[in-house]
């Protein structure tokens, strides 16, 4: 459980939304069609003073969907065997029910009202869960249906590459070949950049959120900001 200055920190860095590392293997790169095989779930912690980092990771690997499309191409890039008999698969919607769990109880932990999903090309991977949830008829996605934060995006402003591996290798953390293109080692490594990138925005963070309630806008996570106020906002 985060100490209590930690959780109303997170509350108000994210407007009410914990940011969760998703990843996720495929059968391909259509998410009406292709099997989902496997989903990790990277939570993320701050301390008191405000900083992130990488917390407690949820893996799961996944049976193919009744009909689900296999592309061997897709197989030959993730090395997964979806019908090897020692694999520990678990249906659809017992995978995502598991991974939900966890995800709920991080945001009832931070005093959160939500989760976003944080990836590397994100809309690939929440368009996967979301298609997996209404084949599954999963009720409480703690997840926002549309909006995430892509680390892709925000590797290529901060680090000026776009590739997951490079990125973290230009961010000065170990890559390894071998392990990349699981979903446990994807999630992990899109937490750390995630986590650097907002670490060093701190300031820039701070300068905002005292400019936004000085607007009055409502600042704890727990509601949508007001309206803005009448003429010019406050200088500096």
Known sequence: ???APAASLMARRFRGYLPVAIDVETGGFFCATDA????AAVLIDMDADGTLHRGATHTFHVKPFEGGRLDPVALAVTGID???????????????????????H??????????????????????????????AEVKRNPFHPFSCFD???????????????KAVR????????????????DAERSADIFCMVCNRLRDSHAL???????????SDGTGEPEELPAGPPPAG
Request: glycine residues 6%.
């Open 82 to 104: 979806p019908h090897h008999p020692l694999r520990p698969a678990l249906p659809e919607r017992d995978a995502l029910q598991r991974v939900f769990r966890e995800v709920r």
């Open 151 to 165: 680390t892709a995006t925000l590797a290529g402003a901060a680090l000026g590459q776009t590739v997951l591996a």
């Open 208 to 218: 905002a959120d005292e400019r936004a309630r000085s607007f009055g806008w409502v």
């Open 106 to 135: 991080a945001v009832r932990a931070y005093s959160c009202r939500r989760a976003i999903l944080v990836g590397h090309n994100a809309a690939f991977d929440l368009g996967f869960i979301n298609a997996a949830v209404t084949r």
């Open 36 to 39: 989902l095989l496997e989903i």
């Open 170 to 185: 230009v961010a000065g953390l170990e890559w390894d070949s071998g392990s990349a293109h699981s979903a446990r080692y």
């Open 1 to 3: 459980m985060p100490a």
